[in-house]
């Protein structure tokens, strides 16, 4: 019995790189042909004409597999139905715009099943093909977040992996809704053999991040790692106590009157701490919001039509 690989494609309005992906992978897999695989494309709610271009692929290859979510789920949720339903010995996340060159896969399958390693990873070596404005960004993102989280992220780590079945089950072992799959990469920790990587400029279509979306990501990364920041309002809450005490005895010793030197220090203080309260309760919202979005506990995504029958 040969082993498999099952090649994980999340796909949001993809239909202009496509057939060009799927050429490189097919022969990227008849160079690996002591293997089998499976390509398996996750359609996270489409709207142009993905679903036709990956069903006319399942066709004429039957190692076509294809989930289609009912609406945009997010790649996330993707990768986590890719996981779910692949049904190889490792498995591979690649993404459908040929950014991956998917002429790495051997190496990274070779790390995997002949060197001993569990995990094999691609390190971006720099940030070619990106905005500036959202690669200062990510910079200052991983710095605060690394800085107060207790997972370490590595800046450069792409989603772009070949894992064994042991690391696929373990990250299956988190039950997470809200995941934030860097996270969870570096705290299953594992063996891993990191391959630099130059990501590859865009074959065609559009990036589909926006700065808000990347905000929003950012956030679910900071917040599902560390919950330092809720300790925030607490020690400025105690430094402002203190502080109130030495403004007390100073104006209770050295001022007989008021100016409007004084008053404007008041309404200062005033609009301050208000600002800080209303932060602080932002904070724990923000926690609170994520706890709602736990409990209920919701699917993570839901399947409108699929080829696998796992
Ligand atoms: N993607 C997805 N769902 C989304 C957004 C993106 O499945 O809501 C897929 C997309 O089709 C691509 C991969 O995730 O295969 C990476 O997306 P993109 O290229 O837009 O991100 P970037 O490379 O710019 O970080
Ligand atoms: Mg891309």
Redesign the pocket.
């Given at each position: 019995m040969m082993k498999k690989l099952s090649v994980i494609?999340?796909?949001?309005?993809?239909e202009a790189v496509l057939s060009a992906f799927y050429e490189e992978i097919i022969k990227v897999a008849s160079d690996c042909s002591n293997y089998d695989f499976e390509f398996l494309f996750?359609n996270?709610g489409s709207k142009d004409a993905t679903q036709n271009i990956v069903e006319s692929f399942a066709k004429k290859d039957e190692r076509v597999k294809f989930i289609s979510f009912s609406r945009?789920f997010?790649?996330e949720a993707?990768m986590l139905a890719g996981l779910e339903h692949c049904t190889g010995d490792f498995a591979c996340f690649i993404?459908?715009?040929l950014?991956h060159s998917p002429d790495l896969i051997p190496e990274m399958l070779k790390a995997v099943d002949e060197e001993g390693y569990d995990v094999a990873a691609c390190r971006r070596v720099d940030r070619k093909g990106e905005q500036k404005f959202k690669s200062m960004l990510s910079a200052a993102f991983y710095k605060v977040v690394n800085k107060i989280s207790e997972t370490y992220i590595d800046d450069g780590a792409q989603d772009y992996r070949v894992m064994n079945r042991n690391v696929i089950e373990s990250i299956l072992s988190m039950k997470e809704n809200i995941r934030f799959t860097k996270g969870i990469f570096s705290w299953v920790g594992f063996n891993v053999k990191w391959f630099p990587h130059e990501n590859r400029e865009?074959a065609a279509g559009?990036?589909?991040?926006s700065v808000t979306k990347l905000f929003k990501y950012a956030m679910d990364g900071i917040i599902g790692y560390t919950s330092s920041p809720l300790r925030i309002p607490l020690y400025l809450g105690i430094l402002l106590i203190i502080l109130s005490g030495f403004y007390i005895i100073g104006a209770l010793l050295f001022s007989d009157y008021i100016d409007s030197v004084t008053l404007s220090a008041v309404l200062f203080a005033v609009m301050f701490i208000g600002g800080l309260i209303l932060v602080s309760i932002g904070i724990a919202g923000e926690y609170l919001a994520r706890i709602y979005t736990e409990v209920k506990d919701r699917p993570k995504y839901l399947i409108a039509k699929t080829n696998c029958d796992k």
């Open positions: 494609v999340p796909c949001y309005n993809e996750v996270d945009n997010g790649k993707g993404d459908a715009d950014q865009r559009d990036t589909k991040w």
